[in-house]
Nanobody, 125 residues
Framework: QVQLVESGGGSVQDGGSLRLSCAAS????????MGWFRQAPGKEREGVAV???????NYADSVKGRFIISKDSAKYTLFLQMNTLKPEDTAMYYC???????????????????WGQGTQVTVSS
């Protein structure tokens, strides 16, 4: 059963922009935490941006000022607007959701239990 489906990845030049989308089921979308994670070859999966049910957000330092996480409740869709992309942003990007909530949403991937299949983002110099 597909619960999270990412789209919008692709190849872009250094400095370019992409917007990732994550279509979720209503059940998954209404989890208290949703976020975007990424994993480059040979590296651990890292949190990129998370959004709490009440709209609060948190970003990895490496993407602050460049990426924006948002969601649309009417479409049950999570977004990641990525601007001023760098080659270092190249990775598989995953959408995730978590039912656990302790006042904030963790940036640690282990916290999340629902995952999409990922969408590849490649930034060339």
């Amino acid at each position: 059963q597909v619960q999270l489906v990412e789209s919008g990845g692709g190849s872009v030049q250094d400095g370019g922009s992409l917007r990732l989308s994550c279509a979720a089921s209503e059940y998954i979308y209404n989890k208290p935490c949703m976020g975007w994670f990424r994993q480059a070859p040979g590296k651990e999966r890292e949190g990129v941006a998370v959004i709490v049910w009440d709209g609060r957000t948190n970003y990895a330092d490496s993407v602050k000022g460049r990426f924006i996480i948002s969601k649309d409740s009417a479409k049950y869709t999570l977004f990641l607007q990525m601007n001023t992309l760098k080659p270092e942003d190249t990775a598989m990007y995953y959408c995730a959701a978590a039912g656990r909530y302790g006042g904030t949403c963790s940036m640690t991937s282990q916290w999340y239990t629902y995952w999409g299949q990922g969408t590849q983002v490649t930034v060339s110099s």
